[in-house]
């Protein structure tokens, strides 16, 4: 239950708190998965095709109505992944783009799986 808006124009809507404006403030439960780090990793992947909306909001432009968009639970968790791991598993495509809604949610998660299955007997340290 999280409420991040983009900060810049253009831009992006990001739900870790360094890098979104939230209205609500308080805990942010996207920090809270980047804290608890290799134990959520699992948790993560499997909700990276999670098509529900989250309170999340962004743009392309802000005066281009058509440009706006809600961030489903898969685009939260391909950022907290990311900040997880250090490993890229979407990259946007526009302004406006996301993960779940450049239809990429299952090749990201294809993608991350693999990871998962190569890096998790290694433990943190292959992150660093």
């Given amino acids: 239950d999280h409420d991040a808006s983009q900060m810049l124009h253009p831009g992006e809507c990001r739900v870790?708190?360094?890098?979104?404006?939230?209205?609500?403030?308080?805990d942010n439960p996207a920090d809270?998965?980047?804290?608890?780090?290799?134990?959520a990793v699992p948790i993560v992947i499997e909700h990276l095709d999670d098509m529900a909306p989250t309170r999340c909001m962004g743009c392309g432009r802000h005066f281009a109505p058509e440009?706006?968009?809600?961030?489903r639970v898969g685009d939260a968790c391909?950022?907290?992944f990311e900040a997880m791991t250090g490993v890229s598993i979407y990259k946007r495509t526009s302004t406006d783009a996301t993960m779940v809604r450049d239809g990429k949610a299952k090749?990201?998660?294809s993608l991350?799986?693999?990871w998962w299955h190569d890096n998790r007997a290694k433990?943190?340290?292959t992150t660093e």
């Fill in 16 to 26: 870790l708190h360094w890098q979104s404006w939230s209205r609500a403030g308080g």
């Fill in 32 to 39: 809270a998965l980047v804290s608890i780090g290799w134990p």
């Fill in 67 to 71: 440009s706006y968009y809600v961030l």
């Fill in 78 to 80: 391909q950022q907290v």
């Fill in 107 to 109: 090749e990201a998660k």
């Fill in 112 to 114: 991350a799986q693999q």
């Fill in 123 to 125: 433990g943190e340290r």
